[in-house]
């Protein structure tokens, strides 16, 4: 992973911020875990969350970091199903079968999605 990337739902439970990611769709971090459990129960091998922002002002005033993206790696196979879920989570940019590329690093179906 990239020092600016992190994987999501260790870095969700583990965030301090009561909206850690998107909060125009997720209004709680717990709302977020949620999201990102059903990513991983559809096939997602990895989601990631970044790029965090992790100014120290921002860690002070919301009690932890943010980001308002996921990234989305599945294999191919579970292509539907991780796109059912994707359209359920409603994302700005990133949530249709045309966006899906391949990871540079596992050769896997990839999506990132974006809330703004």
């Known amino acids: 992973m ?3 990337e992190a994987e999501a739902l260790s870095w969700l439970q583990n965030n301090r ?4 990611l998107a909060t125009n769709r997720f209004k709680t971090t717990a709302e977020a875990i949620e999201a990102v459990k059903r990513l ?3 096939g997602a091998t990895v989601v990631k969350v ?3 922002m992790d100014e120290p002002e921002r860690i002070e005033g919301e009690g932890g970091p943010y980001t308002e993206s996921l990234t989305v790696t599945f294999p191919r196979e579970k ?3 991780i796109l059912r879920v994707v ?3 409603q ?6 079968a045309e966006d899906t590329y391949l990871d540079d690093e596992t050769h896997k ?3 990132m999605l974006s809330w703004d």
Do not use: F, I, M, Q
């Open 17 to 20: 911020n009561k909206s850690a």
């Open 2 to 4: 990239e020092p600016w």
């Open 87 to 89: 359209r359920s989570l």
């Open 109 to 111: 179906p990839t999506l």
């Open 91 to 96: 994302p700005d940019k990133g949530g249709d």
């Open 79 to 81: 292509t539907r199903e």
């Open 40 to 42: 991983y129960e559809a």
């Open 50 to 52: 970044g790029p965090v």
